[in-house]
């Protein structure tokens, strides 16, 4: 094969070594060392020397899982929130307006569904309306 291993452990995560010599450290290796690094239960010297890595390779890992933590949170935030305002009237019957129905009003369309209609389907289609074009 070569002189490389294919593979090591370290912090009990499987490290794979490509040819060459190039590891491969897994985005749940990076995030396990951020939490420690983190909590303070490692030192960055500490990892430094068991992986055999340079100061600012750490602090990349660190940098980088904080970043899509934070791409992966806005990115929650930007489409989950909808505004339902729930409105309790009176209807004359002579209307002809079913109140068997619910009505869901948009800025471009009005939409009526039988009262019984599942609740994660009209969330499905609320949101499929009001996501961006």
């Known amino acids: 094969m070569g002189q490389f291993p294919q593979s090591f452990e370290v912090y009990g995560f499987t490290i794979e070594v490509h040819a060459g010599g190039r590891r491969v450290w897994p985005p749940s290796f990076k995030r396990f060392v951020k939490d420690k690094l983190d909590s303070g239960e490692l030192a960055v010297g ?71 209609y599942p609740v994660d389907d009209l969330v499905k289609i609320i949101l499929a309306v009001e996501a961006p074009a």
């Not at 899982?65 to 339902?84: K, N, P």
């Not at 409105?87 to 129905?101: R, S």
């Open 46 to 116: 500490d990892v430094m020397r068991t992986c055999n890595v340079s100061q600012s390779l750490v602090y990349k890992w660190r940098s980088d899982v904080r970043r899509a933590e934070t791409r992966r949170t806005s990115r929650r935030e930007e489409r989950v929130f909808s505004e339902v305002i729930v409105e309790e009237q009176q209807l004359p019957v002579a209307l002809g307006i079913d109140t068997d129905q619910i009505h869901v009003r948009f800025r471009e369309v009005d939409l009526a569904f039988p009262a019984a």
